[in-house]
């Protein structure tokens, strides 16, 4: 869903999809580093650099997942500490259980 609100310009949904993403991924390298890769595309796309350049260092520090040092819940967005938990969205919460 998030790639279909990049492509027409529908950013603030776009990263709305992208922080969810980033709650169901961020366990797992990969599918982390790729939330924070989707979401600098948009801050470039915004011309938010507060944004992108906190996605840039999200991407580095995406490494945490593969020790299991990871604040659930948080959404991945530059505005929110990285090491913050977060409460997690009540639909997702099921993929925790």
Known sequence: MAKNMYKISDYTKCFH?????HILGQRNYLPHVVSHYWMYKVAVKKRD??????QVSRMIMSVASLIGTIPIGNT????ISPIKPMPMPADLQAYFD
């Open 17 to 21: 999809h992208l922080e969810r993403a």
């Open 49 to 54: 650099v507060r944004e992108a350049l906190g």
């Open 76 to 79: 991945g967005r530059a505005r």
